[in-house]
């Protein structure tokens, strides 16, 4: 609700959109579409999965084999590249046996899974040690969650399948992109500077303003793309930024639409208060984050919804 009815990206297809109904029916396909989509892009990771439990032993790290520049490393890695295929052998052969035994409904289903989760753990463990042997080299903190997709497409598709998931991924991150900044530069040149700095600023000022806000917005998000590339998986990350604003962001629109004596002094303190809420939970995962856009929006209601009503009665009492 907060992305596709709050956030400036959408809203601005909404308002390029030939009339009412063509918004609406954009919304409502949205709706549609998102679920399926977003269930379709994790079973990719599934899928990943299952095929390096079955296909020939997969690499120990997906990236960065190339930083260990001291010899001793090199060696520690050596060996646990060594027993990783060991371990990923013997977890093929458990996922084999565990496979037979489920088609022929057979008593030794069980001893193959318990055989295969004790295979998968030894692999990660040695994934654990090598990561982390990674990051003593290097100094920093290793993950190679979002290099096990563009790797299997490297090496497994063919040469014109590669080229086309290329082009398409490519041409994903340069839409999306231009639609972020876009919204960014648009919010920044008209809701603030044009509002509060310039409000006598002539077109031609509001657009080389937005073109500076665009280059702004732009290192900004190469400076976050950079950090968010050693927080683990991306799509968690993207969720996990959006969560410290969403909630917050939906529960001031909640104020407007549902509450007719919500002022804009509640709604901003709801906004400051949701989002500070979230990010002490998020510093302190206190609760999963898939639950911080809830937890957001209602702190910013029931905060705005006070904050405005201990203005109205003081209003009252002036009168």
Known sequence: MSYFGCDQSQVQRYLAATSVDAARRSLLL???????????????????????????????????????????????????????????????????????ARREHAAAAASAETAFLEAQARCDALHRAATKLLSGTTGRPYDDTNHIFPTFVLSQLPTGLVGLMLAAIFAAAMSTSAGELNALATTTALDMYHRWWAPEASEVELVRFGRLATVFWGGWACVGALYATHLGSLIEVVNRFGSWFYGALLGVFVLAVADPRADGQGAISGLLL???????????????????????????????????????SGRREKQ
């Open 274 to 312: 949701g989002m500070g809420v979230v990010w002490v939970l998020a510093a302190t995962d206190l609760v999963a984050f898939l639950w911080l856009n809830a937890v957001g929006c209602l702190v910013t209601c029931v905060v705005g919804v006070i904050v405005s009503r201990i203005r109205w």
């Open 30 to 100: 949205n709706a549609f579409v998102k679920i399926p989509l977003q269930a379709a892009v994790l079973l990719i990771g599934v899928l990943m999965f299952v095929f390096y439990v079955f296909a020939p032993a997969p690499p120990l790290v997906f990236a960065g084999k190339a930083e260990l520049t001291d010899e001793t490393a090199r060696q520690t890695y050596a060996q646990l590249a060594a027993d990783y295929a060991v371990a990923t052998d013997e977890r093929r052969q458990a996922a084999l046996r565990y496979v037979a």
